[in-house]
């Protein structure tokens, strides 16, 4: 994805810039010990909205596993810890699409 890619960028450019705050610059009276630490602390921040931005921009799913029970229809145990009992059809046919407790994007696990 586009933006994912510009966030990626924009981190790198962050450790980039990180590394520059040496002892170096305050042995050379370039920045004050506060400085640097003040400019540390404005770029963990940005780093911490970098963390969510590429949260909010990888979909989330919620695997599930089916079991079918003969007595009550199919039973999906979502990895959440949530479960859903369809009695006829799959979930698609069902019109589930994400996980009725996280809200994930409901998907099959790998068998
Ligand atoms: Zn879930």
Same mark, same amino acid.
């Given at each position: 994805?586009? &933006? =994912?890619? *510009? #966030?990626?960028?924009? +981190? ?6 990180? !590394? ?31 963390? &969510? =931005?590429? *949260? #909010?921009?990888?979909? +989330? ?6 079991? !079918? ?35 994930? #994007?409901?998907?099959? +696990?790998?068998?």
């Amino acid at each position: 994805m586009k &933006e =994912l890619k *510009a #966030l990626e960028i924009l +981190k790198n450019e962050l450790s980039d810039q990180e !590394d520059q705050l040496t002892e170096e610059c305050i042995k050379e009276n370039r920045l004050s010990r506060s400085d640097v630490e003040y400019i540390k602390l404005i770029v963990n921040n940005i780093k911490e909205a970098i963390a &969510e =931005l590429e *949260a #909010l921009q990888t979909p +989330k799913t919620c695997e599930y596993e089916s079991n !079918d029970d003969s007595y009550h229809g199919t039973v999906y145990n979502f990895n959440c810890g949530y479960s859903y009992v369809t009695v006829e059809g799959d979930l698609s046919e069902n019109g589930i699409k994400f996980c009725p407790y996280c809200g994930g #994007l409901a998907k099959e +696990k790998a068998q």
